[in-house]
């Protein structure tokens, strides 16, 4: 599939299509999610078992505000978004981190909100 196509694929909850700027495959919530408990593993060393819905990015998964804006900023390279620091320190779990993302993410590829190039430019711009 071409970049900035997308197709439908199945959530548990709704039908949902998100496709990534830079590249041409289209991926659903389940592969959101798993890209983000990949960087929590691999940045932050977070052991795949602590990482549940439930579990709380402070508390049960040790991330310190320095931490927290170390997560931001490779989840807006990863998924080319920007991200709204005040909904961001709202987030208190796995799971809100999870639906935020999938939500800024989905609102990106249908074109309703900036990804992050579109963003930095505007600024630069002004």
Known sequence: ???????TGRDAAFWVT???RDEGDVQSADAIIEELNRILVKQFEVDPEQITSEARLRDDLDL?????AD????IEKRFRVRLDDTEVRKLTT???MHAYVHTV???AAAGRVKVAEEAEQSSNAG
């Open 1 to 7: 599939m071409p970049p900035g196509r997308t197709s």
């Open 18 to 20: 998100v496709t990534f």
């Open 64 to 68: 310190d505000s320095l931490d927290a």
């Open 71 to 74: 997560l931001l900023i490779a």
């Open 94 to 96: 796995v799971g809100e």
């Open 105 to 107: 993410v989905a609102e």
